[in-house]
């Protein structure tokens, strides 16, 4: 009996490409849902066609006299924000200026470690006095061990004192400096990259997002091909499992000898003969009644031209067909 052909791969291909292309269609389509509100609204038209015949859509938004006046205010807003960026550009102030910035003690904090002298010399100068009149209660004078001692303690706790004044006077100097040279970059920053301008929305709901799936053309055409596969496979195995359905008095005595499994297949013992397909020997298969029973199966008389074999006559003068010596 003949096997199903196949499908086309290309065929089936296409036939998929075009049901993803009429999925996609149709989703898009059903996400451009036309919307209004206060500030204006938001229309779908379609515009043209592709080359394919894709429809080509376009979206047009129309605002209100409200949602205009709001647009232009922003519009104006970001237009002299602009200009005072580009003012500031210009400026050459700070970090515009093309110059690096001076860190260097005498540029930075010269100027504090004066104030530090007017305060701590006047502190220093009394510690001074009272540390000469402590030395002379002491009897003690410079050039003795203990004197030298003590005014070489005396002096390393002045340096501290100055020199932690300077330190933290050179560090608020470099964090000014720092701010003042940035400052104007920050500024420009902040203009520059401000909220832009922003379209009123012109839809108050959520476009939705459909999902609609894809037929999977290529899963049915390849299931229909394999139920054509079992149901062919299926025929065949009837066909060569004729033994355990034709039953009845007719088959009581049918040899078997030599592990041979022959069954009545005469045309003339069938009736409503149809043919339904051909073996892979080009030997035609048919159904038909035999004994009351429709069953599927070949005609000795042409088997026995094919294979000789197979085909042998019962006692009672009708043809019998060893199924298992024919293909």
Known sequence: MDSPKAPDPYATAAAQTQSNVQTAKTQQEMNMVNQSNPYGSLTYTQSGTATDGTPQFTATTALTPTGQALFDNANTLA?????????????????????????????TSAALDALNKARLDPQWQQNQNTFDAQMAAQGLQPGMPGYDNAYRNFMVGKNDAYNSANLADYQTAVNTALQEYNQPLQTYSTLVNGTSPQMPGAAAVTTPQTNVAGTNIAGMVQQNYQDQLNANNATMGGLFGLGGTLGGSMLQGIGKAGGMAAFFSDRRLKSDVVRIGTLESGLPVYEYTIFGKRQRGVMADEAEMLFPDAVFMHPSGFKMVDYAGIT
């Open 79 to 107: 237009g002299k924000q602009q200009s005072i960026a580009n003012t500031l550009l210009n400026s050459g102030q700070g970090a515009f200026s093309g110059k690096p910035i001076d860190l260097s003690y005498n540029g």
